[in-house]
C-alpha cells in the first residue's frame, strides 16, 4: 500500500499521519521530519537543506528524492509507506511512480488536505509557541512557503490525476477526528 497525504504547510498532515500509521501499521515517510533530523545532526545533507529552508523555499528535489528513496528501499517489505508532503513538483512526481512502477507496486490513494491560507497562518502562530518551531515564527516565511506549495502543488495533483490515481480531497479546517473519519474509509477499501 502506498499512499501520498498532501497538504500545505499546517494543514494537519502530521496529525492526520500519526492517525493513519497507527491503525493501518505502515511506514511513516516525513521528508519534512527527515530533513530538520538532517540539519539539526549537521551532515552535509542537512547543510544543503538548511541553506534553502532559512528562505522558506523548498529543497531541491534531487536531494529530497535521495531521502525518498533511501527510505523506500528500507520499508517496502512493510504493509506499506505513507509519504507526508511528498511528491512537491512534477520531477518528484515523476521519480516516485517509476520508482513504485520498477517494484511492480502503484500509489493506491493521494490524500489532499484542503484549508484556506487564512486557517494556515492561525495554526503557523499556535504552533510556533506550543513547539517552539522557528519555521514558523516569521510570517513572510510562512507565507513564501504556503505560495510555494501553492504553485507547485496543484500541478502535482493535476499530473497524478492523469495518471489514473484517485485524488481524495478532504476538508482540512474540520476537526481532526472529523478529518480522519472522511479518510478512514478509503484506506480501509484499499
Known sequence: MNILIIGAPLSG?????????????????????????EK???????????EFSEKGLLAPDELVSQVVEKFY?????????LYDGYPRSILQSHHLLKLVKDEGESIDLVIYLKVPETEL???AIIRAEAEGR????????VL???????VSTFSVIEYLKSEGIFILEV?????PEEIYEGISPSIRNL
Not at 519534512?32 to 533530523?37: H, P, Q, S, V
Not at 549537521?42 to 544543503?48: A, E, F, N, R, S
Not at 522557528?134 to 516565511?141: A, G, Q, R, S, W
Open 13 to 37: 498532515k502530521g496529525t492526520q499521519s500519526k492517525k493513519i500509521i497507527e491503525e493501518f501499521g505502515i511506514a511513516h515517510l516525513s521528508t519534512g521530519d527527515i530533513l530538520r533530523e
Open 73 to 81: 528501499h528500507n520499508n517496502k517489505a512493510r504493509k506499506g509507506i
Open 40 to 50: 539539526t545532526k549537521g551532515t552535509d545533507l542537512g547543510i544543503q537543506v538548511a
Open 171 to 175: 476538508n482540512g479546517s474540520l476537526k
Open 121 to 123: 497562518m492561525k495554526r
Open 134 to 141: 522557528v519555521d514558523d515564527k516569521d510570517t513572510d516565511v
Open 144 to 150: 513564501n512557503r504556503i505560495k510555494q506549495f501553492r
